[in-house]
């Protein structure tokens, strides 16, 4: 399996575009957004099966902060003569504060009934319970506040395969 992984931790624009051309071809895309300051982040996928029994996946997590404005697309296309392809699109954010706005937008152009897709989406807010939760246990508010942030994106970063990697991402989600 070919692994992409995409960071956006500046405001700018980044499109990725990804074909599975190959019979049997399996891809995962993983995506992070880091909008950790006022500025627009786009990020655009689109994944392409132009063979069949192909396999695709696009998970991205991300965060807006401080008037950050974050917009993140996916696209998935599967053509007429595709058979037995599958994908899943799952792509979770979190606004951490009211300055901020996250839109995401998932799309299908299914043209087969031979395949398998299934996406998830979701945009929210920081759960105050788990909040408490720490705070009740001696942790000040902003630290519990960053502490369930990290576990969130941690998520996505412990699926990385390439070590080098996934520690370059944990130093910049740890502002290092």
Same mark, same amino acid.
């Given at each position: 399996?070919? *692994?992409?992984?995409?960071?956006?931790?500046? =405001?700018?624009?980044?499109?990725?575009?990804?074909?599975?051309?190959?019979?049997?071809?399996? !891809?995962?895309?993983?995506?992070?957004?880091?909008?950790?300051?006022? &500025?627009? %982040? &786009?990020?655009?996928?689109?994944? &392409?099966?132009?063979?069949?029994?192909?396999?695709?996946? +696009?998970? !991205?997590?991300?965060?807006? /902060?401080?008037?950050?404005?974050?917009?993140?697309?996916?696209?998935?296309? $599967?053509?007429?003569?595709? !058979? /037995?392809?599958?994908?899943?699109?799952? $792509?979770?954010?979190?606004?951490?504060?009211?300055?901020?706005?996250?839109?995401?937008? =998932?799309?299908?152009?299914?043209?087969?009934?031979?395949?398998?897709?299934?996406?998830?989406?979701?945009?929210?807010? !920081?759960?105050?319970? *788990?909040?408490? %939760?720490?705070?009740?246990?001696?942790?000040?508010?902003?630290?519990?506040?960053?502490?369930?942030?990290?576990?969130?994106?941690?998520?996505?970063?412990?699926? +990385?395969?390439?070590?080098?990697?996934?520690?370059?991402?944990?130093?910049?989600?740890?502002?290092?």
């Amino acid at each position: 399996m070919k *692994q992409i992984v995409v960071v956006l931790d500046k =405001p700018e624009e980044k499109e990725i575009n990804i074909s599975l051309k190959k019979k049997g071809e399996k !891809v995962s895309l993983l995506g992070l957004v880091l909008g950790r300051r006022k &500025g627009e %982040y &786009g990020l655009k996928i689109t994944m &392409g099966h132009e063979a069949s029994k192909t396999w695709g996946e +696009i998970k !991205v997590v991300g965060i807006a /902060e401080k008037g950050a404005k974050v917009r993140v697309t996916g696209k998935v296309r $599967m053509g007429k003569k595709i !058979v /037995e392809g599958e994908n899943s699109m799952k $792509m979770k954010l979190l606004m951490l504060d009211e300055k901020s706005q996250v839109t995401v937008l =998932p799309e299908f152009e299914i043209e087969s009934d031979e395949v398998k897709a299934s996406h998830g989406v979701s945009v929210g807010e !920081v759960d105050e319970e *788990q909040i408490l %939760y720490l705070t009740n246990r001696g942790i000040g508010r902003e630290k519990a506040k960053e502490l369930v942030v990290r576990g969130f994106l941690r998520k996505i970063v412990e699926q +990385i395969l390439s070590r080098e990697k996934r520690k370059k991402i944990e130093l910049l989600i740890a502002g290092k």
